[in-house]
């Protein structure tokens, strides 16, 4: 069963670098994200476009359901994102539903220490385009009416 989520998690991974690829950006994903490496922090996937960085956990879930991160595994993706200076998010994928993305500042302590996000929470979540905005990324209709009037 390890093996199934396991390898779930690695497809996920790759969906997300091809769409951020497709959208222009230059993706790494790093494949010892999971590894108990000692000197590093490590996130699944850092992306680079423009100058702008976003850094991704990515959770793969059969369902619909609340996701819980380690403290320590939310702490290496915080380092990792303030020396890169980028946003941090937590990508969720789930089968039939559209990628969602939640900023790490908006997940819940749990009095355990850990870290959640209620299915709740995920199911409201916005997909790609909130990366997009948040990263400066998206073309609003503003920008595009700037754009026709100095043409003219």
Do not use: C
């Not at 994903?29 to 108990?36: E, N, T, V």
């Not at 960085?53 to 991160?69: G, H």
């Amino acid at each position: 069963m390890r093996d199934r989520r396991r390898s779930r998690g690695y497809r996920a991974e790759r969906d997300l670098v091809i769409r951020l690829w497709r959208l222009g950006f230059a993706v790494l994903r790093a494949p010892a994200s999971g590894a108990k490496i000692k000197r590093a922090d490590y996130p699944d996937i850092v992306a680079i476009k423009d100058g702008k960085i976003a850094v991704f956990e990515v959770k793969s879930r059969k369902e619909l359901s609340t996701i819980y991160i380690e403290e320590e595994q939310l702490r290496k993706l915080k380092t990792f994102t303030q020396r890169a200076g980028g946003k941090a998010y937590v990508a969720v994928k789930i089968p039939r539903i559209e990628w969602k993305f939640i900023p790490i500042e908006e997940l819940e302590r749990t009095p355990k220490g850990r870290y959640r996000v209620h299915r709740d929470i995920i199911a409201k979540s916005p997909g790609l385009e909130k990366v997009l905005a948040d990263l400066g990324l998206l073309k609003t209709l503003k920008d595009y009416i700037k754009n026709k009037e100095n043409d003219l």
